[in-house]
């Protein structure tokens, strides 16, 4: 039985990613849908020639009033909505695809969007469909990767993870987004209490296995939310950086420059910051990583403390987060059939299942090490 997908944003730096790899899978049928016809076919086209396979296109705007009817008129059964930046953005996408009896995921990883996503449960469960937010590295793969190794603790109280990218530049619509909240404050959890740090600010560099040093910042995620009530843990953080130490430097100045009202729009400064690190990449490694640092207390009563970390080779950091998508409708042609309402993505896919969608073991390793191993 085949499933009929629509990628939302298809031709976009991750939505292209999310497609090379639906259109392989044989039970999937792949409409690829943006607003722009020309860049539209151009994909069509090349996934064609990528696979042999003829996919489907829809053009249009999917935060239109026209998109419900192309859903049924195309007998759509999942949408992976790819189109960011999430920050600001309405859930008109996900409400259509409620309306339309069609299951949802997106890529988000702005903290309000997917903490905010529970707006459409009760919608969604009389629909009887999932609308699932945040299916991206956060909070799907963070919490997939802590899910997996939590029978070994007794307790969890603290997470401190990021992402060092590699310095091969994503698409300005994730440059919009993560620049954001550049300069605000960010709310996180110290020794259970909130307390506020401000956005791409306090430098730390952390060595990481294969990447060497990396400068990371303060970044907002929607685990912030979510793993102090799923995990019990009253220490949270996330930092976040680019691969080269001049782009973590700039981040910082723009920060600061927005914080104290140098600058009034991070916005502006998107375009710019996308090009100039564009001509920097030739300059980067192709190494990218995410890491998790747990502390707590073994099932021994010990304290325990876990070190994960996923890193990425030539260039395939990009591949973590789209894959999640992949993974969920892997999942679903297999046969899951997740809960109908509208959640964040956490819990619905497994690191095994993450890894096999990625599919590129040459690239992408996973270590862990723990405080009561030898060596």
């Avoid at 976009?12 to 999310?18: K, R």
């Avoid at 953005?89 to 996503?117: K, M, P």
């Avoid at 843990?233 to 600061?256: D, I, M, P, Q, R």
Wanted: hydrophobic fraction near 40%.
């Amino acid at each position: 039985m085949t499933l009929r997908v629509m990628v939302v944003g298809g031709y976009g730096n991750f939505g292209s990613i999310v497609c090379r790899h639906l259109i392989a899978m044989p039970d999937v049928e792949l409409v690829v849908s943006g607003r722009n016809s020309h860049k539209l076919q151009r994909q069509v086209n090349e996934l064609k020639t990528q696979s042999g396979r003829v996919c489907e296109s829809w053009c249009g705007d999917a935060m239109g009033s026209a998109f419900g009817s192309a859903l049924r008129a195309m007998g759509i059964q999942w949408v992976v909505h790819t189109g960011g930046p999430f920050q600001g953005q309405s859930y008109a996408v996900a409400q259509s695809c409620i309306d339309a009896g069609v299951n949802y995921c997106d890529l988000a990883d702005c903290r309000t969007f997917v903490n905010g996503i529970d707006v459409l449960d009760a919608s969604a469960k009389q629909a009887g469909v999932a609308v699932l937010s945040g299916c991206s590295s956060v909070p799907t793969l963070s919490s997939a990767l802590i899910d997996h190794y939590r029978y070994r603790f007794k307790r969890i109280d603290s997470i401190a993870h990021g992402i060092s990218s590699s310095a091969k530049m994503p698409g300005l619509s994730t440059v919009e987004g993560v620049l954001a909240y550049a300069g605000k404050p960010i709310k996180q959890l110290k020794n259970g209490q909130v307390h506020e740090v401000s956005g791409w600010q306090d430098l730390t560099l952390r060595k990481m296995p294969q990447l060497g040093a990396r400068v990371l910042s303060n970044v907002d995620v929607p685990d912030m939310d979510i793993f102090a009530a799923r995990y019990g843990a009253h220490t949270l953080s996330f930092k976040a950086g680019s691969g080269l130490k001049l782009g973590g430097v700039v981040n910082y100045v723009l920060a600061e420059a927005l914080r104290i009202g140098l600058v009034r729009d991070s916005a502006a400064w998107a375009a710019r910051l996308h090009r100039w690190g564009t001509w920097f990449e030739r300059f980067g490694d192709g190494l990218s990583a995410m890491y998790i640092d747990v502390e707590g207390q073994g099932v021994d009563g010990q304290p325990l403390s876990m070190t994960v970390q996923l890193t990425a080779h030539n260039d395939k950091g990009p591949e973590i987060p789209s894959c999640a998508a992949v993974a969920l409708v892997a999942k679903r042609g297999a046969g899951y059939v997740p809960a109908p309402g509208a959640r964040p993505c956490v819990g619905e896919i497994s690191v095994d299942e993450y890894m096999a969608a990625i599919n590129d073991p040459a690239n992408l390793q996973l270590s862990v090490r723990f405080s009561d191993e030898q060596g």
